[in-house]
């Protein structure tokens, strides 16, 4: 073997290592992938996502997927901390597994939605902008950003730069065609209020639909979905289009997609104001 094969043979084995020491579970329903120290992204097969965080006295389950068998197990595999358990909203795959956790956090806008879920029969706790989740070393701050749902909020790791977003920013597409219906406005707002915290250090935004996108959305995403909005909001959007899929229960009748950017935003067209 010369020289350079031996450099690709290393450089394959380094390659190979460290896609698979990332992956740490994997089952029919998930695989969990270590992102950073003391994060994890859990990616059921359906595409939804949660996301685990460590610090030296407690953990935090962010979202808890749709349907994943033994999920409470699983995640004590990955920590053994004491475990709080928040949802960024409530939908059902962000909220799929609760039956599987005592204890719950969320923000109490939402409570209309949670009670269109399977009743829950934990303990329920709210959370409003600026509370902290203190995990010892890690502080995840609670920011409010509704419109996608009433209640959605978003989780800021400001000693790591991350944002962990649900479905508030969407996944590369943001959903505001569904009941209750915000204004254009509102999310317009929230989207200003996540500019005002990237333009403060947070740097990535982990989204609520990760296997779609593989990576941290970044600031450039934020303002170009507010960009989008404001044109939906003033009647200048170009070109928009039907949105085929309609959202059994909760969907609006007659939902458009419009798109710029490689960002869309989905709304329907009567409740915008
Ligand atoms: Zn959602
Ligand atoms: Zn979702």
């Known amino acids: 073997?010369?020289?350079k094969h031996c450099f690709i043979t290393i450089t394959l084995f380094i390659a190979l290592h460290t896609t698979v020491s990332a992956q740490v579970f994997t089952n029919s329903d998930l695989t969990i992938t270590k992102l950073e120290d003391k994060l994890w992204v859990v990616e059921t097969t359906d595409k939804t996502t949660m996301y685990i965080i460590e610090g030296s006295e407690k953990a935090l389950l962010?979202?808890?997927?749709?349907k994943c068998e033994k999920l409470d197990e699983i995640v004590r595999n990955i920590t053994k901390k004491p475990l709080l358990v928040v949802l960024t909203h409530i939908h059902s795959d962000h909220a799929g597994n609760l039956?599987?956790?005592?204890d719950i956090y969320y923000h109490a806008a939402d409570t209309l939605l949670l009670s269109m879920l399977?009743?829950?029969k934990g303990n329920t706790h709210f959370v409003k902008d600026g509370d902290i989740f203190d995990l010892g070393d890690e502080k995840i701050e609670v920011k409010h950003m509704p419109a996608h749902t009433p209640g959605s909020i978003v989780l800021i790791d400001r000693a790591a730069g991350n944002c962990f977003s649900g479905d508030a920013f969407g996944s590369g597409q943001v959903w505001l065609q569904l009941w209750p219906f915000s204004t254009m406005e509102t999310y317009i707002q929230s989207c200003k209020k996540m500019e005002q915290l990237m333009d403060e250090g947070i740097s990535k935004i982990y989204c609520g639909h990760y296997p779609y996108v593989k990576k941290a959305l970044d600031i450039q995403y934020i303002r170009n979905m507010r960009i989008l909005a404001e044109a939906i909001q003033n009647g200048t959007v170009k070109d928009p289009?039907?949105?085929p899929t309609r959202i059994p229960g909760i969907g609006g009748p007659n939902p458009m997609i419009a798109t710029d950017n490689g960002i869309a935003i989905?709304?329907?067209p009567s409740k915008i104001k």
């Open 266 to 268: 989905v709304y329907e």
């Open 62 to 66: 962010i979202d808890t997927g749709t």
């Open 241 to 243: 289009k039907v949105f």
């Open 118 to 120: 399977k009743p829950y």
């Open 99 to 102: 039956d599987a956790f005592a």
């Open 1 to 3: 073997m010369n020289l």
